[in-house]
């Protein structure tokens, strides 16, 4: 995984400080994350919400409010529809700047400020499903704590209240934008598949919410218990299983960006691994495998090195070859070892498990050795060109095989 550090302009033009998590392999999708009321992009529901789905292929962009955070501006002079309008923001920076997002997600506040967000036109060819994790149903409930200043906010403009152990000021004209605020006019004019995400036990914002959103919106919808977590999903593993959950829902509906080229059993595909510096992920008869450096190579040890991927397939064609020649004695099972020694030289020990003759352990370690990854190696030549593409090419090279890709799917 690859965290990215980036500036996002908001609505107003202030800057907003965000982190892109992408996965190693090229992304299948771009997706957004809206944080809690008064959080931040580090908080764990965006946080470890954001890194679980990038093991999932997605990449997600979480990014502080105006006024919270990193970002530029003070929290006094934001309102609750500015936070929807930053959303939008962060969706069209996104689509200029990286690819359109397809997925908006919400924790709390942030939720509800992305149902809200998802019916605003200019998102509507771009987003394909909408989740959120324990949104309120009405925006206003976020201040309800803090009810007994409002009357002060009302007679000063303004009220300071704490919240995460930080001074923050809540203007009236917040209090006012959150009282003209009324879900019951934008959510039923929701046109995209919804998850909508809750614990049971949420004492912040009560269940009943997602129940009622629920209520008011169309189908597809689904509405999913997170059991024993808490609202700010602090608790361990919460926020990575919300993530689990929103990844598997969300296959159905995302378009893959990145549609891996097709490979057989005649050729192998790698592609560098983001945030590593020596990975790779090969893909080979239409399977992934992970690759790196051992950390003493100066990679990350994340996954089979070179060296082992070479003794690997000279273990296994071993085996195979083996068997191939074992027909009709009464060989049991094989062992291959291959050995990597400092000098630079393998050596590889067959352990045939059975009642065989000397004459035919000798005949299998013969064919053992002369399996077809050996004649590979025994030729010793391979033909080796090199092409230039730029970056441009690449995008459009994915954009067309994503298409067919997606255009099988359907016909299948």
Not at 171 to 179: G, I, M, P, Q, T
Not at 212 to 235: E, G, N, V
Not at 239 to 245: F, M
Not at 314 to 338: F, T
């Amino acid at each position: 995984m690859l965290s990215l550090n980036v500036q996002v302009p908001s609505s107003t033009g202030k800057m907003m400080a965000g982190t892109i998590d992408r996965p190693d392999a090229p992304a299948q999708a771009y997706a957004i994350f809206a944080h809690c009321f008064a959080g931040s992009r580090h908080t764990p529901g965006a946080s470890r919400i954001s890194k679980r789905l990038t093991e999932h292929g997605i990449a997600t962009l979480r990014f502080d409010f105006p006024g919270l955070g990193q970002s530029e501006g003070e929290f006094a002079e934001t309102s609750f529809t500015q936070n929807v309008d930053d959303i939008v923001a962060a969706a069209l920076w996104m689509q200029e700047n990286f690819t359109a997002p397809q997925l908006i997600m919400g924790h709390s506040l942030g939720g509800a400020a992305t149902l809200q967000a998802a019916t605003r036109p200019e998102l509507k060819k771009m987003i394909k499903a909408v989740a959120t994790v324990g949104a309120p149903f009405d925006p206003a409930h976020s201040v309800l704590h803090y009810a007994d200043k409002i009357g002060e906010a009302d007679a000063n403009g303004s009220v300071p209240v704490v919240l995460g152990g930080r001074e923050l000021v809540i203007s009236r004209e917040f209090l006012e934008d959150l009282a003209d605020t009324n879900p019951e006019t934008y959510l039923p004019k929701l046109r995209k598949p919804l998850l909508l995400l809750h614990s049971p036990i949420d004492v912040t914002v009560g269940i009943d919410n997602a129940q009622t959103i629920f209520q008011l919106t169309r189908y597809p919808k689904s509405l999913m218990a997170l059991d024993k977590a808490d609202h700010l999903l602090t608790r361990s593993g919460s926020a990575q299983r919300a993530a689990d959950i929103i990844a598997s829902w969300a296959q159905q509906y995302i378009e893959p960006e990145f549609a891996p080229e097709a490979t057989g059993d005649t050729n192998a595909i790698s592609y560098t691994a983001r945030g590593t510096k020596y990975g790779d992920v090969v893909r080979t008869s239409d399977r992934a495998i992970t690759t790196d450096r051992a950390k003493n190579a100066g990679g990350k040890g994340q996954g089979v090195t070179s060296t082992g991927l070479y003794m690997s397939a000279l273990a296994v064609s071993c085996s195979q070859a083996v068997r191939e020649a074992a027909k009709g004695m009464k060989l049991d099972d094989v062992r291959v070892e291959v050995s990597h020694r400092g000098d630079g030289t393998f050596t590889r020990e067959i352990t045939l498990y059975g009642d065989l003759t000397d004459a035919e352990a000798e005949q299998l370690r013969a064919a053992g050795a002369a399996s077809t990854v050996d004649g590979y190696v025994a030729k010793g030549d391979i033909d080796t060109t090199v092409r230039t593409a730029t970056v441009a090419e690449r995008r459009a090279a994915n954009k067309a095989s994503g298409t067919a890709h997606m255009s099988a799917a359907k016909r299948r």
